[in-house]
């Protein structure tokens, strides 16, 4: 199966701090994704990403966030100004124009 | 607003009988249908999927079947095998929204009791 892969496996960063979370998706896919899944809770689509912007996103998806793919490799999801409730899972995905494979996620910790 | 609805949140099974998952949407504009495996600490590994034009889909020991009129989805899982106790979320998609991005029910637990 192919590999999204995602780094850091794990963030702790305090309130107000910037955080980057890093996705490799699979090269010859056309959407990459983010989404997240605070704890105990649903997963959640945070932002589609097609030809290098941004198709879609979601209310949660406000001014504090930003995606790029700078480098047409890494697949990135800025949070400007972090608070406590953006703690939480959050996945990378990609797919062509079937299913999407996911990463194994980045936990976020805002204390 | 919950598009995507698994009324149940945890199941459990003993070994090698039938495990059977649901999942109810609301969107009629949905048109493809997955269910996704999860284990703590990872991300959701794809399982099976169904398009909107077929009523079923198998895969080994995986099938899942759409009733498009009642807007219900189901998984069943036959033999059930420890292996399989995971989270099962039910994913849907409308393609006509050109992004293809996942609304996701709420996930079902599974534990299959050997």
């Known amino acids: 199966e192919p590999e999204v892969t995602q780094t850091p496996s794990h963030q702790v960063t305090q309130m107000g701090q910037e955080v980057i979370l890093r996705c490799v998706p699979i090269s010859n896919h056309l959407y990459f994704y983010w989404y997240r899944q605070i704890l105990g809770q649903k997963v959640e689509f945070l932002v589609s990403?097609?030809?290098?912007?941004?198709?879609?996103k979601s209310e949660i998806f406000d001014d504090q966030f930003s995606v790029e793919r700078p480098d047409g490799s890494n697949f990135t999801l800025k949070i400007r100004s972090t608070k406590l409730e953006d703690s939480a899972m959050y996945f990378c995905?990609?797919?062509?124009?079937?299913?999407?494979?996911f990463g194994q996620g980045t936990r976020l910790t805002v204390v | 607003d919950q598009q995507v609805k698994q009324n149940s949140p945890s199941l459990s099974v003993q070994e090698g009988r039938i495990s059977i998952l649901n999942c109810d949407y609301t969107n009629s504009m949905f048109d493809y249908f997955l269910w996704y495996k999860k284990y703590p600490a990872e991300g959701p590994t794809f399982l099976i999927s169904i398009s909107s034009i077929k009523d079923k889909n198998e895969d080994g020991r995986f099938t899942v079947f759409l009733n498009k009129s009642a807007k219900h989805l189901s998984l069943h899982i036959v033999p059930s095998q420890p292996g399989d106790s995971a989270v099962y979320f039910c994913?849907?998609?409308?393609?006509?929204?050109?992004?293809?991005?996942?609304?996701f029910g709420t996930g079902t637990r599974l534990k299959v009791l050997a």
């Open positions: 990403f097609y030809n290098n912007e941004i198709s879609e």
């Open positions: 995905a990609a797919t062509g124009n079937t299913e999407a494979f």
């Open positions: 994913a849907a998609s409308a393609g006509t929204s050109g992004t293809y991005k996942y609304i």
